[in-house]
């Protein structure tokens, strides 16, 4: 084996360990706490969730995929009487999320994985999905889909850049992917969505967030 093909092989290897769900929830085990009172006052997404909520007609059952500790979103749903489920990775921001909203139902699990008979007329997953292995997007996408309800909407964002890279954050080293713009609008029209709205909601930050609807 070359020295080329060494340290190809050690990227892969190393990049399928930063994308693994249990060391990604262990990550954000360690950030909790901070994540929970960084948001208690933000107002972050709630512009982009209140307009995603113009589109929903009927019923009031909500899936929240990479709910963290919840907060903001999950309050403004309850508020406007949403029954919400959430999911994530992480066991301490589960925690949090069940203290913060003790009505609500929610599990440690990963997206890619989880199962559920239920199917919901709202779907929110707001800065999560970015986490996930690349070729997971695709199967990912196709599974909110096919959890929406008839007439349901789906929310989410993700990056304007094709591939992946990680990042260093709070101290961590983090995995991210996409698979950019076009694809992610492919994959909810050939699930028979419609695109209610998608922006770059921070330009030039590449940060998008569609808004699309199920018939």
Not at 6 to 32: F, H, Q, T, V, W
Request: charged content about 25%.
């Amino acid at each position: 084996m070359t020295l080329q093909h060494k340290r190809y092989r050690n990227d892969i290897m190393s990049k399928a360990a930063k994308m693994n769900p249990k060391e990604l929830g262990k990550k954000y085990d360690k950030i909790a706490q901070w994540w929970n009172e960084k948001h208690q006052d933000s107002q972050y997404g709630l512009k982009q969730l209140e307009l995603s909520l113009k589109f929903v007609s009927v019923g009031r059952s909500t899936l929240d995929v990479g709910c963290g500790a919840g907060g903001r979103l999950i309050h403004k749903l309850e508020d406007q009487g949403f029954a919400v489920t959430g999911l994530d990775i992480s066991e301490e921001m589960i925690t949090l999320a069940t203290q913060n909203h003790p009505n609500s139902t929610f599990y440690v699990d990963d997206i890619c994985s989880w199962e559920t008979e239920e199917k919901f007329n709202l779907i929110i997953a707001w800065d999560s999905i970015f986490h996930l292995p690349l070729q997971m997007h695709r199967p990912v996408i196709d599974k909110l889909c096919y959890l929406l309800k008839a007439g349901g909407v789906l929310i989410y964002t993700f990056g304007n850049a094709i591939g992946e890279h990680t990042d260093m954050w709070m101290e961590d080293e983090f995995y991210y992917s996409s698979i950019g713009i076009n694809d992610n609008l492919a994959a909810l029209i050939n699930n028979g969505l419609t695109i209610m709205h998608l922006e770059l909601d921070q330009f030039p930050e590449k940060h998008v967030y569609v808004v699309a609807k199920k018939p």
